[in-house]
């Protein structure tokens, strides 16, 4: 079993930034692909970014790029999320996932991703 907790959101306005941390724990955090994705009310979830096991890959949407960064410590089993320049349009709860299939490729698709957060709501407004 792997927990994964997520926080750091809150109320931001247009333009500002903020960092989300996912704390993982219960198995090896070194040995998951780890990836962010959000939802909106009445919208379906949504891939935002993920980072490979070692860090050395990542791959974003198009709609963050230059704006998000995901990083991740394995040494505190913590992945984050940097949102800088925020618009409206990301509000979210967002959720941080864990691939622990030891897949070579970062995936998308939630159903990739065996284990979630709780989420941690993101509001931007205008």
């Known amino acids: 079993q792997v927990q994964l907790v997520a926080s750091g959101g809150g109320l931001v306005q247009a333009g500002g930034s903020l960092r989300l941390s996912c704390a993982a724990s219960?198995?090896?955090?070194?040995?998951?692909?780890m990836g962010w994705f959000r939802q909106a009310p009445g919208k379906e979830r949504e891939f935002v970014t993920a980072?490979?096991?070692?860090?050395?890959?990542?791959y974003y949407a198009d709609s963050v790029k230059g704006r998000f960064t995901i990083s991740r410590d394995n040494t505190r089993n913590t992945a984050y999320l940097q949102m800088n320049s925020l618009k409206p349009e990301d509000t979210a709860v967002y959720y941080c996932a864990a691939d622990t299939t030891f897949s070579t490729k970062l995936s998308v698709v939630p159903r990739q991703y065996d284990y979630w957060g709780q989420g941690t709501q993101v509001t931007v407004s205008s």
């Open positions: 219960g198995r090896t955090f070194s040995n998951f692909n």
């Open positions: 980072i490979s096991r070692t860090g050395g890959s990542t």
